[in-house]
């Protein structure tokens, strides 16, 4: 089955560390995108990348986070110099195509557990 | 921007009982709609979608939904409540299929046996 695929599934990070969660999309799918659920919140969204682009960065946080998404390999969503507001649930999704017609349905990943201690 | 509104972040229903989570959107275009369930420590899956053509939408596991653009509304239902249907249901919004959802806060569904 070769649906969204997150790894670490669950990491667990001291205050000040770095972390780094990784994301491949659905085989075919060439657009992913970074949500972040917090306690009791529903998802935001964070970033929209296509390969080796950022597409939409409007809800990133504008320090200590970054996202990229190279020619080869995984997505990556790093989060330097964590701190305890950062845990969370992070979710990669993908899609296919994107644009105002496309109505393309985006699949979700099983979601990355960070916590900060 | 796109928003959504869910009310109600818990809601028990009895088995056998009428599911119905109410979800409101906020779209300066044409929405494209959907509800999401998530089960304990797992992603979420896709229940049903809106984009265009008939209002009314049935997805998987026996639940529908209608958009009612009068009343900016997509509220889901389900006729008969099972005890998997415990869950989190979220509603969301992309404005003319943009693909960047916005997300409700999210209705945490109980069974009651």
């Known amino acids: 089955n070769a649906g969204v695929m997150q790894n670490p599934r669950h990491l667990v990070r001291r205050r000040g560390q770095e972390a780094r969660l990784r994301c491949s999309p659905m085989?075919?799918?060439?657009?992913v995108y970074w949500y972040r659920q917090l306690p009791e919140e529903g998802l935001k969204f964070m970033v929209y990348?296509?390969?080796?682009?950022?597409?939409?960065e409007s809800g990133m946080p504008k320090e200590r986070f970054s996202a990229e998404f190279p020619k080869e390999g995984p997505s990556i969503l790093r989060i330097q110099q964590v701190v305890r507001g950062d845990s969370a649930a992070y979710f990669c999704?993908?899609?296919?195509?994107?644009?105002?017609?496309?109505?393309?349905?985006?699949?979700f990943g099983e979601g990355s557990w960070l916590t900060v201690v | 921007a796109q928003s959504v509104t869910q009310l109600g972040s818990h809601v028990s229903v009895s088995e056998g009982a009428l599911v119905l989570l109410r979800c409101n959107y906020s779209?300066?275009?044409?929405?494209?709609l959907f509800w999401y369930v998530q089960y304990p420590n797992q992603g979420l899956q896709l229940l049903l979608k809106y984009t265009t053509g008939a209002t009314l939408v049935k997805g998987i596991n026996g639940f529908e939904a209608e958009f009612k653009k009068s009343e900016t509304s997509f509220h889901l239902t389900k006729p008969s409540a099972h005890m998997s249907d415990a869950a989190e249901y979220f509603c969301a919004v992309s404005e003319g299929g943009n693909n960047r959802l916005a997300f409700g806060k999210g209705n945490q569904v109980v069974v009651i046996p």
């Open positions: 779209s300066s275009v044409p929405p494209y």
């Open positions: 999704a993908s899609s296919r195509e994107s644009g105002q017609l496309s109505g393309n349905t985006i699949y």
């Open positions: 990348l296509q390969k080796e682009n950022i597409i939409d």
């Open positions: 085989k075919g799918h060439s657009h």
